[in-house]
């Protein structure tokens, strides 16, 4: 099959919410008025982000849900995306599952494929996501205050945890591995969870480097500092016995790929953040709080302070 044929039978699908879509030498796209266009591109590596050979339909998921999940992390909608793929062969097989994978995720957040790039090499999935938001409501990474909550959606850890068992540093059974397997194969972007925080939520981010990463980049661009309480950090039935050791703590401290959102937010708005969290269906908790000065401290239940190593995933550290 020619690269044209591949491209055609695999990436090209009706773009009804595009000006032009895949076949020209760029796509073209119409941004709503009174909207910013949200631009942001993630790469999923052979080797480094997933095992070779990983199932191709968890991958098509994962490399837009990841981008998708930056979008949420903004409060924009996600509306067009490009893919730039290197593939070792021409494997139909595997290309059948990723676009299927791809595709069910995409028509699930009405995003739509407009373009991107492939070529033959070593395995390589690179998506970049545009979406809209409203003008000057980008939830943003140096916008949290001292006195705001931090807030973060969902549970973390799971899919750390799932990790670990495929690492072989703990044996899960097999109905557990499954349940906390989902989160890192099929991650759920909280793009709803996003938008309505437009207007609520002082700053945001995605969680996929962990959370004492993650949450630490928000503080850093804010320049203020954190104090979060390990005991209100929400974790899964299947996480909890785990916390008494440095692994489970690291799982939920500094493990990856849950891509839930943490937010901050003025103590003004906790009831109405819970109300949106019953409306939503989504847990959502509040961690601890933004305080003046540096760095991130993690407290325990009776308040004496825990030393972390732990921080995340660093690809150059
Ligand atoms: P060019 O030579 O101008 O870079 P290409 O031959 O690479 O164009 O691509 C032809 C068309 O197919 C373009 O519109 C491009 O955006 C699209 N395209 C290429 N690869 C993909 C892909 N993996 N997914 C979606 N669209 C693709
Ligand atoms: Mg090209």
């Known amino acids: 099959m020619s690269e ?3 491209i055609q039978r695999y990436f090209t699908r009706p773009t009804p919410g595009a000006v ?3 076949g020209d030498d760029a796509a073209l796209v119409r941004v709503g008025s009174g909207m910013e266009l949200a631009i942001s591109t993630d790469m999923l590596v052979s080797g ?4 070779p050979d990983a199932d191709p339909f968890m991958l098509g998921h ?3 849900a990841v981008n998708i999940s930056d979008m949420a992390a903004m409060g924009a909608m996600p509306r067009w995306a490009t893919l730039a793929i290197a593939l070792p062969a021409e494997d139909e097989a595997w290309l059948e599952g990723f676009s299927a994978g791809f595709f069910a995720l995409a028509d699930e957040y009405h995003v739509e494929l407009v373009g991107g790039d492939t070529t033959q090499g070593p395995l390589n999935l690179s998506v970049t996501i545009m979406g809209e938001v409203p003008q000057g409501q980008a939830l943003r990474r140096d916008g949290a205050q001292v006195g705001d909550e931090i807030w973060v959606s969902g549970r973390l850890g799971d899919a750390a945890l799932a990790l670990a068992h495929m690492q072989g540093k703990l044996l899960l059974d097999d109905a557990s591995f499954i349940s906390v397997a989902a989160n890192l194969h099929r991650p759920a972007p909280r793009v709803a969870l ?3 925080l437009r207007g609520m939520a002082h700053s945001a981010i995605d969680i996929s480097d962990g959370l ?3 949450l630490g980049h928000i503080l850093q661009r804010s320049k203020v500092a954190a104090v979060i309480q390990l005991d209100k950090l929400p974790v899964s039935a299947y996480l909890q016995p785990y916390l008494a050791h440095a692994l489970g703590r690291q799982c939920v401290l500094a493990g990856g790929d849950d891509y839930e959102l943490c937010f901050t ?6 009831a109405e953040i819970e109300k949106l969290s019953a409306q939503l269906g989504l847990p959502l908790n509040c961690i601890g709080k933004i305080v003046a000065g540096t ?3 993690v407290h325990a239940a009776d308040g004496s302070e825990i030393t972390i190593r732990e921080t995340g995933y660093d690809h150059f550290a």
Do not use: E, I, Q
């Not at 480094?48 to 095992?51: A, D, G, S, Y």
């Open 48 to 51: 480094t982000h997933f095992f």
């Open 4 to 6: 044209f044929s591949l």
């Open 212 to 214: 004492l990463a993650d």
């Open 62 to 64: 994962k490399a837009l």
């Open 295 to 297: 760095g991130c401290s």
């Open 265 to 270: 937010a003025p103590a003004s708005r906790h």
């Open 194 to 196: 996003g938008m309505a």
């Open 20 to 22: 032009l879509g895949v």
